[in-house]
């Protein structure tokens, strides 16, 4: 198209400059020239253009740009003319890309290096600028302006650890930005010290030993140092427990925290108060816990028990139903930590729970618990029927023992924390699927269930589709690719394969390999005695048993093609003349030499006619010949007489 503008503009310009000089050579009337005047001086004949008619132009826009009438400009010229044109019309491609940086994980206020590549012809006064995006999308520039990768950047201190951000590369010239990159902020560390029971204060005798936790907050793993001087280095474990055994009263502090971040915050405070004879005392802690409970499954009654008791105490669990009267629950224990079980007998419902001792007798507060009956799962009986990769949904309902409850069906569908009854549970079966419940329960573990459910899923006709073979024509025993397409859903075990008739037209298996879209098969003729013979070919499955539409192919038997030579003439010396190759059978190309040494490389003329110059009286035979069938066989030769 600049091309054609380019002849037409030139045209266009021709035709103005023509008319000028015919203008300028029009016979003017003499002028009387004034007394005393110069004389008039006769200017230089005008150098003419070739004219374009109307006509000429009208025709030239109706034509194609080869046929446009050039005005003194050269192809060559032309060409370049629309090259630079053409150029200048091309619209450069900018392009910035982040380079992989999943390796970083860094924290507030961290300098890092962002890696990136570009693309396009950017501006030697180009920079790049990296910025940050938080959720809400707002964007800050977090580096100065960089030549080239990688650009320096420094992550913003009051940006909040542990939430995930985006980075981006900004140029200024043109200005492009590159595709977002996440990266995740390593959290800065906090430590919380309190008694294990979640008390700030503690009482204990003499060589009696407290147990301390730390809560820690950020990134792990986790270094601190408490104000007794206990340094705890590159710890995982959340919380963290220490056993301390003061002598006399004292108060425990953290007196810093540190993680890969750096220094973080602290709080808490645990006092222990160490007196040669305390007052007993008994009390229930975190009863949230234990505020349900199931018959039958061990559970931890967590209570706290300071001051001095008499030598030969013991404590022991029990429980009481709407009557008042406790009972014991669990087997008397001395070791402060006691583990029981609701009997059997307990049936769900409101109770009342609380700890005792026995030297002295004291009795703790009560604590209200719940007694939950495990959970009855039933998978409801719903009959669904969906279309191909259609999702759909079935109803479960659980009683007792919950929330939260969980249920795995029986086509591996796992659904866990669930908070309501009736749950609708998402299915997407391949098959027409038969669902029944393998596992589901809730706060007191596996439950009982049921139910089934049916689900059917319509899907399309199975159909193969041979598509257009590449060549209708082929040697024996070459490999060629069959294409194919199919729809509908296949049984588990299904194969393809291809069948070709044999000498009798029965359709036999051959060798297969399948790929998703083709098949590569190697084909044989089993008619030695034809040069060339017509078979059927097709491809069938298994599960389910369809057979595709019959194609037809002709297969060319190996090593067949005949090259003959023939041709007879008398020249002078150093006069040329033409002999004649004929091909008969094999697959073109045919590639041959001449008893002479010359040698064609695949051609697919048949007759070859071939000039040769020979110095002196020549008989010119096959050599070689090849096809595309493999090696064949020549017969006959040309006599070319020299004559002198």
Partial sequence: MSKFIIFLFLGLFGYAGSVVAQRSTVTKKPVVAPKKAEPVKVAAPVKTTPVIQPDTLNNALATDS?????????????????????????????????????????????????????????????????????????????????????????????????????????????????????????????ARLEVIDGTQAARIMPGQEVHLKVNLGGTAPWSFRLSDSTNVLNTLSNPHHLIVKPAQIKAYKILGVANACGSGTTSGEAIVNVDNNPEPKLELKEVDKIARVCNGIPFQVPFS?????????????????????????????????IATQIPDTYKPGEYRLRVTSSAPYLVSQVAKITIVSPTVTTLL?????????????????????????????????????????????????????????????????????SGRAKV??????????????????????????????????????????????????????????????????????????????THKIRIISSSPAVSSAIEEIDIIAPNKALGEVSGKGFITAGRSTRIQLKFKNGLPPWSFTLSDGTSINGTFLNPYLISVSPTSTTEYKLASLKSGCGTGVGKGSALITVEN
């Fill in 66 to 190: 080869d046929t446009i009438p050039q005005s003194g400009l050269t192809e060559k010229e032309a060409d370049e003319l629309a090259a630079k044109a053409e150029k200048k019309d091309t619209i450069d491609v900018y392009k910035i890309k982040i380079d992989d940086i999943a390796y970083l994980t860094v924290c507030p206020g961290t300098t890092i290096n962002i890696p990136f590549t570009t693309e396009g012809p950017f501006d030697d006064e180009n920079t790049f600028v990296a910025h940050i995006i938080d959720a809400t999308g707002k964007s800050v520039a977090i580096s100065l302006p960089a030549k080239k990768s990688p650009v320096r950047a420094v992550i913003p201190s009051y940006k909040i650890g542990g939430e995930v951000y985006q980075l981006q590369i900004v140029s200024n010239m043109s200005v492009v930005k590159s595709p977002p990159v996440s990266i995740r902020l390593l959290q800065t560390p906090t």
């Fill in 381 to 449: 009986k719903d009959s669904l029927y969906l279309n191909e990769d259609q999702t759909g949904e079935l109803t479960v309902t659980f009683n007792g023992g919950g929330p939260p409850w969980f249920v795995l069906l029986s086509d591996g569908t796992y659904e866990n924390n669930i908070q309501e009854s009736p749950y609708k549970v998402k299915v997407k079966p391949f098959y027409d699927t038969n669902y029944q419940i393998t596992s589901a329960g809730g706060l007191c573990g596996v439950g009982k269930f």
């Fill in 305 to 337: 028990a300071t001051g001095k008791f008499k030598t030969g105490n013991h404590f022991v669990v029990q429980i009481a139903d709407r009557t008042g009267a406790f009972k014991n629950i669990s087997s008397p224990d001395s070791s402060g930590y």
């Fill in 456 to 533: 059917a899923v319509k899907t399309p006709p199975v159909a193969i589709t041979l598509e257009k073979l590449s060549q209708n024509m082929v040697c024996s025993g070459s490999v060629i690719e069959i294409p194919y397409k199919t729809v509908g859903r296949y049984n588990p075990g299904n194969k393809f394969v291809v069948q070709m008739t044999d000498k009798n037209g029965r359709f036999v298996d051959i060798p297969t390999t399948i790929t998703p879209t083709t098949m590569n098969v190697k084909l044989t003729s089993v008619a030695s005695s034809d040069t060339i013979r």
